[in-house]
């Protein structure tokens, strides 16, 4: 046995075992990136540094053996720092999105090339799903929200943006699906929400309550829910029955509706604070109700709620929607009933909400060549038109034809990238180290199941070493250090490289230059609630 | 002509049938094939895996790896420009340019549209004395200007079609021997014609019936006089000739000796007078020095050398296995076999304090120590002969001149540790290493020296050669072991180290050529003897290839603690063309640059790492105020940049990001905040690479910032000090001008017009800087401003 301390803790492991390993048993995670367990242990990435306390140098923690005697510091702002410059390193050469711009244009952050693949796929009802993963109205939000993903797109200057706004209310257009999958299989926590109000926030925040587990009552003033989506937008641009449709879906999730009941002070401190455990502010326009029938003041130095928990000063009260700001789109207030459902999750301590991932890598604008190569994934048609018009619809056809349009800006490893992972929990700056020039993008979409975008790829060689132990062909590295890169040997497809290793190499690639066509969901969903990565990491000093 | 197919095939078998087929073979038969078609064919390439263990995807990341391997075929000729340190602190970015305007290449392309010319950069040439050089095949031409480019070319295409150019000449032998004439055929000698010189001289010989022997000897480490020619005569100093051109060489030897025949005095005469007139008239064009003659070139530049390593120097020819014997060559082996244990081999060694000459200067002792504990039956030696530093030729010289020296260096070695097997790493760019190295194991195993039983011993010790395929991070030991397995030349992490774990996973001592070359005379004259030598801490002496801007370069050994200002005054000369000294630039890429104001510094591992610079490999050259240190850090630092193998992070991309900095500040488009992050970055690459030339890479940015940091400052200011970068200057017509119109008719880019009899004017619109007006301008009425 080897004996050695790590960050001032002593550990004992047996010989052949790395620092990395040795770290690991003593819980202290580091981060690596071109290490796979298993694998020959060639470190490239430099990410798993660590500092050797005695001599003052780094070294990669994966592979350096246990030594005896060894004094490593994994944990101190000079490692954090070393590590967060491989980062940064590695991203000034990393041309790919995390997101599309089309979901970061989108106020609710839907996944929309996913839900485009779907439809694509004629798997309407998972595109149904992944779009109620950040909108609870897509039917109602189909016909009213002025689409800021569609003026994104990047199809927009090569023929005119994919409808992802009618695509987005086609998954929910049939009935038979609308009502299908509205509640997932949870446990109820017992808790009790009230939600003021039934305009978009209010019915967002009510849906998210309820697929949480939590029990949710919603009040209003008028007779019928809906607010501002009933009483101030005409039936000729929101039919009345499309209106209806989403909240009987909100109905059917068991929620109960108190309407014609007025939230007046009174009624509010005497009925709602004491009866429930949360409650959601969703009145919409000051103007309808001042805040100060809460209790709530606003002032100069501040604001009615947090920008990010929507918390206000009273405990358990939230508020979201127009109340926060007035003239929002519907989608943006129906995105903060999400939110706000979200934050009484943690207020009341039922949930751990998986840490989003917050940074992302975005590149711009696409050069000619560019668009050529996001083309190669897409249908060459011009935008799909509905034969009945706006208001009808596209057809399960014209929906896949459109869909198809879609040029897939987004990576396909949202939550398992691992350059995105640690790059959120390190905070690095992306644009530290940019090049004057960066590289163009390419895609190789040729493989029936994997796509491979080099410009992603960090060059650890997982994908060489795996696709060579068993292919005739394999993948190969070509050229020499800073244009080296990985490619098919005498200019062969990667479908003739990968005949058998595919799966492998997507699994064992550490960033999204290798994905399953098919992609993964993100995690940053209610629907999902261990964490899949640690929380942000905090230094110590 | 592309070959055919049936051809490919053909020549494919009959490689793969030669060097085998096992995946170590992979670059041999890279090799071959692109002897064969000067570049390598796709379908030999798929050939090779057909009929061997080669994989598609390791024939390709060989291939692509080494700078060495073509893909496209070459011209009918290779014009290779030298961008050594010398060459470029001397133009040589110039003359590459000049060269592609001449062949009108657009950028990217390398051969020109006829399809003659090849145009490539070498790293070095190791012909620095004569910077800036190019090579044309075979032909070096050297002290190029941009201005001078098409008459080279014009001249190159003259002497390669004709086909006399080349002869061999065999001379006839006499009765009496007068004496010796010793010519140096290194490679730079042979460089700046010492084979023309030779091959006239025997033509004489021939003609004369004077009968003295001709002896080729190796590099003298005069290369700042080359060629040089030695008389020897009996009874008499012997006599240099420096800087000796053919059509001087009759007179040289007829004023030695007296030839046969019907026009001996009238000869004698011819001489006399051409003698006086050359001492007494200046310029000369070849000068005479006695050996033991003071305040010479060559004595004051051979004074304060030692020589260890390159012993005999200028004396032995490098084949002459009878010469090394009698110069006590192999009895040091003979003492270690006969007298000494394994260990006291070992032991002598750490005794003598020698550290490895490959630049990071581990105890060699402690090296052969460690591979000899390793309880295993097959050991390996190797000698890294793979030297790419731009302006480091030690290497060669000592593979080139002393053979035997450095193979009884690696017996030795082998002796002490246990190993049975050595290695010759020699980059492919030395052929004449190579074939020498190659004749002298040749010599060896006929003569019992290698091979089965050594010397009668029962110690047995064989060695090949591998040629390295051009990559500069194979000198690093895990890369070059790497590469010797048939793979891509990629640094492994240490631990395991090559003594533990090395070539195919057996221990491994891998020391540099010059570390063997010192084994021998540690064990002849005892290791104190060598210890006595140097500093405390740095034993023995270092070889330096001395070169830039000093009146004399060349090759160089001196003792460790030796002051740069003794190299640069004593040795050198001083700084040429009346400048000021600047600074040295000390171990290539991987050292730093020492200022003017440690003149004082004495040289040894120590210290020269205490000021931010390093031993590396022995480059050593010298800076003067008309060099930009800015300029000379982005020199070095593209040098490594290009040559990171691409493995790790700091290095592939830090490297790049680092010389993207570096643009911009030459360019003056830099704020305050790049350079602290260009230093910053630095730092990190130092700490985060994974081998030493990631982790030494920023070193020549770290010690111009340490000691130039004005510099850097002035460049974002927009102005370059020294009027060196490009971005920064402009060039003026002053009134000096008498419009004589050379400038306008030679500009190549039509920025100046042609006005007879009228002050010329340059269009900084068309100018592209080439600086080829200010050369040929005959009343220097042009200046950079």
Known sequence: MIKLTIDNTPVEVEEGTTVLQSAAVLGIEIPAMCYLEGHSCHPSCMVCMVKDADKGSYFPSCAMPAAEGMNIIASSPDVFDIRRDALELLLSDHVGDCEAPCTLSCPAGMDIPLMNRYIANGEFDKALDIVRNEIALPLILGYICPAPCEKACRRKPIDGAVSICLLKRFTAQDTGRRLQNLMPDVAKTGKKIAVIGTGPAGLSAAFYLLRAGHDCTLFDKNELAGGAMRYNITEDKLPREMLDAEIECISRMGAIFQLNQPVTPDFFESVIIPRFDAVILATGNRNNQPVEDFGLTVGKDHELADKKTLKTQRPGVFACGNMIREHEMAVRAAAQGRIAATEVGTYLNTHVVKAKIHFNSSFGHLTKPEQEEYLKESSPVIPVEPFGGFIAGYSEAQAIAEARRCLHCDCRKPSSCKLRIYADQYSVNRKKHLGPERNPFTKSVHHNLIVYEPEKCIRCGLCVEISTREESLGLTYIGRGFDVRIGVPFDETVSAALKKTAEACVKACPTGAMAFKEQEERASTLKGITLDHPQPLTQKT | ?785
């Open chain 2, 1 to 785: 002509m592309l070959p055919s197919p049936e051809n490919i095939i053909q020549t494919v078998e009959q490689i793969v049938a030669k060097r085998g087929r096992s995946v170590d073979a992979a670059i041999p038969i890279l090799q071959d094939i692109q002897q064969e078609f000067n570049y390598l064919p796709e379908e030999a390439l798929k050939h090779v895996c057909k009929i061997t263990e080669i994989t598609p995807s390791r024939i390709t990341g060989i291939a692509t790896f080494y700078t060495q391997f073509r893909h496209k075929p070459s011209g009918k000729h290779i014009i290779r420009v030298c961008t050594g340190t010398a060459c470029h602190v001397k133009g040589a970015s110039r003359v590459f340019d000049a060269i592609s305007r001449e062949l009108k290449l657009t950028i990217g392309e390398e051969t020109d549209p006829e399809g003659l010319f090849t145009l490539e950069k070498v790293a070095c040439l190791g012909c620095c004395t004569l910077a800036p050089v190019i090579k044309i095949d075979d032909i070096t031409y050297g002290h190029i200007l941009p201005e001078k480019v098409s008459e080279i070319m014009r001249d190159f295409l003259t002497k390669s079609r004709n086909p006399n150019h080349k002869k061999a000449v065999v001379r006839s032998f006499t009765t009496e021997v007068m004496g010796e004439i010793r010519i140096g055929l290194g490679s730079c000698c042979v460089a700046s014609g010492s084979a023309e010189v030779k091959e006239e001289l025997e033509k004489i010989l021939r003609e004369t019936k004077i009968n003295v022997h001709v002896k080729q000897v190796g590099c003298v480490g005069v290369c700042n006089q080359v060629p040089i020619m030695e008389i020897i005569k009996p009874g008499q100093e012997p006599a240099f000739y420096a800087k000796i051109k053919p059509e001087e060489v009759k007179a040289v030897v007829l004023s030695h000796f007296r030839p046969e025949g019907f026009f001996n005095r009238l000869k004698n005469n011819f001489v006399n007078t051409f003698e006086n007139a050359v001492i007494e008239g200046e310029p000369t064009s070849f000068r005479k020095y006695a050996a033991e003659q003071r305040d010479t070139p060559i004595s004051e530049f051979l004074g304060p050398q030692m020589a260890i390593a390159s012993e005999n120097r200028g004396v032995v020819k490098p084949c002459d296995i009878n010469e090394y014997l009698e110069g006590g060559g192999f009895s040091a082996l003979k003492k270690c076999l006969n007298t000494l244990t394994p260990q006291q081999v070992v032991d002598e060694i750490t005794l003598s304090g020698l550290r490895g000459r490959g630049g990071a200067g581990f105890p060699t002792g402690r090296k052969w120590q460690m591979v000899k504990d390793q309880d295993n039956a097959v050991k390996y030696i190797i000698c890294n002969g793979d030297e790419g530093d731009p302006g480091a030729f030690m290497d060669r010289m000592l593979l080139e001149s002393y053979p035997f020296r450095i193979i009884e260096g690696m017996l030795i070695a082998g002796y002490a540790t246990g190993a049975a097997q050595g290695v010759f790493y020699i980059r492919a760019e030395y052929p004449l290493a190579v074939k020498r190295i190659n004749e002298a194991l040749l010599i060896c195993r006929e003569n019992g020296f290698i091979g089965t039983s050594v010397m009668n011993s029962g110690f047995s010790f064989d060695i090949r050669i591998f040629e390295g395929a051009g990559a500069f991070v194979c000198g690093e030991e895990t890369a070059l072991i790497a590469s010797i397995e048939g793979e891509r030349g990629i640094p492994r992490m240490r631990p395991p180290y090559p003594a533990v774990k090395g070539l195919w996973g057996k221990p491994t001592l891998v020391n540099n050529t010059e570390t063997f070359s010192l084994v021998s005379w540690i064990f002849r004259h005892g290791a104190e003897a060598f210890a006595k030598t140097g500093t405390s801490g740095s034993k023995g002496t270092k070889v330096f290839a001395l070169a830039g801007k000093v009146n004399r370069g060349g090759l160089i050994e001196v003792p460790m603690g030796i002051t740069i200002r003794q190299i640069v005054e004593e040795i050198g000369g001083g700084i040429a063309d009346d400048r000021k000294f600047k600074a040295v630039q000390i171990g290539g890429p991987s050292g730093g640059c020492i200022p003017a104001s440690m003149y004082d510094l004495p040289i040894d591992f120590e210290e020269l790492s205490k000021v931010g610079a390093m031993m590396g490999s022995g480059g050593l050259i010298v800076l003067d105020d008309s060099d930009c240190m800015v300029d000379i850090a982005h020199y070095f630092l593209s040098f490594t940049q290009d040559q990171s193998c691409g493995r790790c992070t700091f290095c592939r991309i830090g490297t790049t990001r680092m010389l993207e900095l570096l643009d911009k500040i030459r360019s003056g488009k830099a704020k305050t905040e790049d350079l602290t992050h260009l230093e910053k970055l630095a730092e990190s690459t130092r700490q985060g690479s994974l081998c030493g030339l990631g982790k030494t890479a920023p070193n020549p940015v770290l010690s111009t910032l340490r000691y130039f940091r004005h510099e850097y400052e002035a460049h974002m200011n927009g102005h370059c000090p020294s009027g060196k970068c490009l971005p920064l200057i402009t060039y003026k017509i002053t009134d000096d001008c008498i419009g004589c119109t050379k400038c306008a008719q030679r500009c190549p880019s039509e920025a100046i017009g042609f006005k007879p009899y009228e002050i010329h004017v340059i269009d900084m619109e068309k100018c592209i800087k080439c600086d080829i007006c200010r050369q040929v301008c005959p009343v220097d009425a042009v200046e950079v401003v």
